[in-house]
């Protein structure tokens, strides 16, 4: 049977969530489906799937790599997770609404169905019984392979991040940590995350390098203001401008964001 004859079987929320022969969606489909707020999808996952204490990956979900296109035209990977019925019904109980408590109701018929299923295979011959257990088992082996692989990969994806984001020095490091900080903000969703983000990273220098930014800039737009120069071009300052004027500063604030990228688990390209 192919992929178009599947779909035209599917009903409409199974198309949606993407749900697959085995039952399961993806963290991403479910997010869509739930209607839940525009660009904290990783934040979302990141404290009800990777952080959830009551969750097991590998048995409730399966973490991979999808391909998205930016606004600038550009690919970069994301995370998106395989969730099984039950914890994808799990996390639709902490949604509201008719989008929650519909994909609720879906995923408990579905846990009933292959409930029913496995009832069904205990009705088989024990012949059959053993030659179904046979093959589940060697089936077992092959995705555990298969996901330990990819987690490698994602292993050394990031390893290479690191190592990158180690050798970036202090003679491109205005555009360097600009990109560094704009792939973390894509990582929490981006939209409004990239100012935040880059608060971020003003805060934590002005607290291990005991520097005021803030009054910095506003002395530096006196002075230029003493000295004739238009309020534009004044307007047009920012922290990093004051950054720039201090070798200390730059050498701060260029660890503080690689530590950031660290801790994000971002490169610097």
Partial sequence: MNDLETTKMQTPIEIALGV???????????????ELTQ???????KSNIVDNEFAVENEDFWR???????????????DDYKLTAHFAKKLSMKGNGEKAEEAREYFTHLEERVKQKVIDL???????????????????QQLEQKRQAEQLNHVEQRVESIREVVALDTTSWRDDTGNILRKISMELGGGQAYSQVRAESYELLSKRMGVNLKQRLTNKRRRMADEGICKSARDKLSYVDIIAEDKKLIEGYTAIVKEMAIRYGVGKD
Wanted: hydrophobic share 40%.
């Fill in 122 to 140: 205990n009705q088989l011959s024990p012949e059959l019984q053993m030659f179904q257990k046979i093959f589940n088992s060697v089936a077992e």
């Fill in 20 to 34: 697959d022969e085995n039952g399961m969606t993806t963290a991403r489909k479910l997010y869509a489906f739930l």
């Fill in 64 to 78: 991979f790599d999808i391909n998205v296109e930016t606004p600038t035209g550009g690919i970069v990977k994301r």
């Fill in 39 to 45: 660009g904290q999808f990783s934040r979302w996952a």
